[in-house]
């Protein structure tokens, strides 16, 4: 990523913002099933360690996968706790926004550290269209 940096001249969190949007229609073109019955964006969110996740696991057994644990969520919003090791919860924002834009739908997201490392709250919201 270093070197990708170097050349664009771009902040990297841009340049995994931007992947992130990038690996979700890739992903959602090469896993449609684990796409099946999903309306919402919210609802992709909803699912990602306790389904998608899982499937993913068994796909990729090697995967280093991210946590999304859902600690709030209504109609409108989720509030989740992401982990990962790697910091990338630029990707995670990118893939968010390339979900909602599956859906065709507007969402707004914050980041937010916590106090354990390598561990944030992303608080998700649906806007109208």
């Given at each position: 990523m270093v070197v990708l940096v170097n050349k664009t001249g771009?902040?990297?969190n841009d340049l995994l913002y931007d992947y992130g949007e990038y690996l979700f229609t890739v992903l959602s073109a090469g896993h449609a099933e684990m796409m099946a019955n999903?309306?919402?964006v919210l609802e992709i969110l909803d699912c990602l360690d306790?389904?998608?996740?899982?499937q993913a696991r068994k796909l990729y057994p090697d995967a280093d996968l991210p946590s999304f644990?859902?600690?709030e969520r209504t109609p409108d919003t989720i509030k989740m706790e992401y982990h990962s090791m790697h910091d990338l919860y630029a990707l995670a924002e990118g893939l968010i926004d390339g979900a909602a834009a599956n859906f065709s739908q507007?969402?707004?997201?914050h980041v937010t550290p916590?106090?354990?490392p390598h561990t944030y709250h992303i608080d998700v919201k649906l806007l109208a269209s």
């Open positions: 771009r902040p990297l999903r309306q919402s306790d389904d998608i996740h899982v644990k859902v600690l507007r969402v707004e997201h916590t106090e354990v």
